[in-house]
């Protein structure tokens, strides 16, 4: 990491012990739960969380994970905060003019990417619109807002936060943990689209990154064609979690690109 950069590293109570190798004045450790409010509870075994003012529908992991990306890029006073999930590696050097080379973070924005082959995405748009104040969207195709890594700007997610209290009569973390399908990407891209406007702000859709999303396992061939894909301007490989791809073969792959890049 380059020097002005801060790792945070998030992971969930049990697992603290694994990264304190890690710890340090760059990359404090944090527990998930410190960023969910207090009468949020976890319920052992199962990955379910419960909202003690607003009980049903619990919490999936899957939405009180997106809960504590948003409190935590709230909580930071930094210009710019990139969400980095676990199956992402770094193959060169970020910064903060990696993501906002003017000053301003630039908004990862596809034109049309939500169709209807993808009706999650719509609707994720919805959802958002709806905890924004916003009515609901025209019928056709959308933008996506989802990448990976993605790059926020913290004073952007405060008052994105503020608005969906506003707009719901809630707090904002009870107001997205009563919702079954949720998207904190898109929450954020309509929030500067639709609320703060496009006019004048750089947006992109290159993230910068080689993704597999595809949960079909990558060997060392196809992991070897998966590299060979990366581009100069790429920083990060992604190859999901899902995707069953052995860590021995992932980790031996990514050293030999590494050496010979």
Request: with cysteine; net charge negative.
């Amino acid at each position: 990491m380059e020097a002005d950069v801060t790792h945070h590293i998030i992971v969930p109570r049990h697992d603290l012990g694994l990264f304190d190798t890690l710890a340090g004045e760059r990359t404090p450790l944090h527990a998930a739960g410190s960023f969910l409010p207090r009468l949020m509870l976890s319920i052992p075994p199962v990955n379910i969380w419960l909202n003690v003012r607003k009980p049903y529908p619990p919490i999936r992991g899957w939405i009180a994970q997106q809960i504590v990306k948003l409190s935590a890029a709230a909580s930071l006073d930094v210009d710019i905060v990139l969400l980095v999930d676990s199956d992402i590696v770094f193959i060169r050097p970020v910064d903060t003019r990696t993501y906002a080379p003017s000053g301003e973070v630039v908004l990862y924005r596809k034109e049309d990417g939500v169709d209807e082959s993808l009706p999650r995405h719509r609707l994720w748009h919805q959802v958002a619109r709806r905890l924004l104040g916003l009515p609901p969207a025209e019928p056709g195709p959308l933008p996506d807002y989802i990448c990976s890594p993605c790059a926020w700007q913290p004073s952007v997610v405060r008052a994105m936060l503020e608005r969906v209290e506003a707009a719901t009569g809630r707090p904002w973390a009870t107001a997205v943990g009563g919702e079954l399908h949720f998207s904190e990407m898109v929450l954020y891209g309509v929030y500067v689209e639709e609320v703060l406007g496009l006019a004048g702000r750089e947006t992109t859709s290159d993230m910068l990154c080689v993704n597999h999303y595809d949960e079909v396992p990558l060997d060392r061939f196809t992991l070897g064609q998966l590299l060979s894909s990366v581009r100069a301007a790429d920083v990060a490989v992604m190859i999901s979690a899902k995707s069953g791809t052995s860590l021995k073969d992932r980790r031996q792959a990514l050293t030999e690109f590494s050496n010979y890049s």
